[in-house]
């Protein structure tokens, strides 16, 4: 069903007051709006599909914790306006994240958690006509979006495709970078995301993890959508990855660069985040 643009306005303009003000006034909240779509993370039983095979009593008990975190839901569609947002470049700075990230021309890369597809399209010029985009996301409405605005760029070298909760339907073997945006820790099953991408993944692949910085208090967005270095690197080193380099050039999120754990890349040992000394 097609979405007014007055509807998803409004829903933008929520979820930027919602996430992007005070953390005083964010911590107010019980419900973050990026929540808003009652995802099966936390609305189902937690033995649904036998998709809890594997988890830990405790994770079987509470369906939204991983390893110790609290899984965040997903962000809703009405809100993908909050993506494309004329503020992003300043916040983020996502040019320089997309700079450094180790892309070729000819690559396959993934942008996984695509939502409308705010870097898939910078990701398909950066590949060129010969290298391919996935583009996945479990909201086949996100997937629309992102149609719409390749469209009208005459965009033809992205692959959009409908994930599972558990699984992005990526090919085995063959992914050059996977790349989370503001994604990693909305997923329902990280275990199994975490396995399906390591398959994806050529043995000099690499996943690049953008999380918003916890340790930084200043960063105005909510706790459950930021992520420590500390427990990312305990949720991939115990599934099969090492740590294979770090950007943390940005001014909000941290940039982990992760590859199979029996890759001839070199592992890089983490180097602790802090505050720029110009920001002190
Ligand atoms: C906050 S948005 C970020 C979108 C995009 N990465 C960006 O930075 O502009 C998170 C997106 O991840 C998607 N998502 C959540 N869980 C997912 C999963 N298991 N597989 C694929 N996409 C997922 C949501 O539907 C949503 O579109």
Redesign the pocket.
């Known amino acids: 069903m097609p979405i007014s643009p007055h509807i998803r306005r409004f829903f933008a303009v929520f979820t930027i007051l919602a996430t992007t003000i005070s953390p005083a006034a964010l911590l107010a909240q019980e419900k973050d709006p990026?929540d808003s779509r009652e995802t099966a993370n936390n609305t189902q039983n937690s033995d649904r599909q036998g998709l809890d095979r594997g988890k830990t009593p405790a994770e079987r008990l509470n369906p939204q914790e991983f390893m110790g975190r609290r899984i965040a839901n997903?962000?809703h569609y009405l809100a993908a306006d909050w993506?494309t947002r004329t503020t992003r470049e300043r916040e983020e700075a996502c040019s320089k994240l997309l700079k450094a990230l180790p892309i070729e021309r000819g690559q396959t890369v993934c942008?996984?958690?695509?939502?409308n597809g705010?870097?898939t399209l910078q990701l398909a010029r950066r590949v060129g006509s010969k290298g391919t985009v996935w583009a996945?996301?479990?909201?086949p409405e996100?997937l629309e979006l992102l149609g719409e605005r390749a469209k009208a760029r005459r965009i033809t070298n992205i692959r959009p495709t409908l994930?599972k909760?558990d699984s992005?339907q990526l090919p085995e073997g063959e992914l050059d970078l996977v790349l989370l945006?503001?994604?990693y820790h909305?997923?329902?099953h990280p275990k199994e995301?975490l396995a399906a991408m390591r398959a994806s993944l050529k043995p000099t692949g690499r996943i690049a993890l953008v999380e918003y910085r916890a340790e930084d208090p200043t960063v105005p967005i909510r706790e459950l959508h930021k992520m420590t270095q500390s427990q990312a690197m305990k949720e991939y080193t115990a599934n099969g990855f090492k740590l294979v380099g770090q950007y943390d050039e940005l001014p909000w999120q941290h940039v982990f660069y992760f590859a199979r754990d029996d890759s001839p890349l070199e592992e890089v040992e983490l180097k602790t985040w802090e505050r720029p000394a110009d920001e002190q």
């Open positions: 990026k997903t962000m993506l942008d996984l958690g695509c939502g705010f870097y996945v996301d479990i909201q996100m994930g909760e992005p945006v503001d994604v909305e997923f329902s995301m």
